[in-house]
């Protein structure tokens, strides 16, 4: 019974880990897209002037 319940809570746990990997792949993935379309429209969105991409 007890090798049954290491393997069920093993493959419980992997999937969940698999999961939430999953998950963070999107996340890392939309806030790149926001990051680089921030980029893009504040660099066109300067009016003739150079403007810098960073906000030190």
């Known amino acids: 019974m007890v090798p049954i319940l290491v393997v ?3 493959a419980l746990l992997l999937f969940g ?3 939430a990997v999953k998950v ?3 996340i890392a993935v939309a ?3 926001i990051w680089l379309l921030g980029f ?3 660099s066109t ?3 003739g ?3 810098r991409w960073y906000r030190w």
């Open 8 to 10: 069920l809570l093993l």
């Open 24 to 26: 963070l792949w999107y």
């Open 40 to 42: 893009l429209l504040r």
């Open 31 to 33: 806030v790149l897209v």
């Open 17 to 19: 880990l698999g999961f």
């Open 49 to 51: 002037a150079r403007s």
């Open 45 to 47: 969105g300067a009016g």
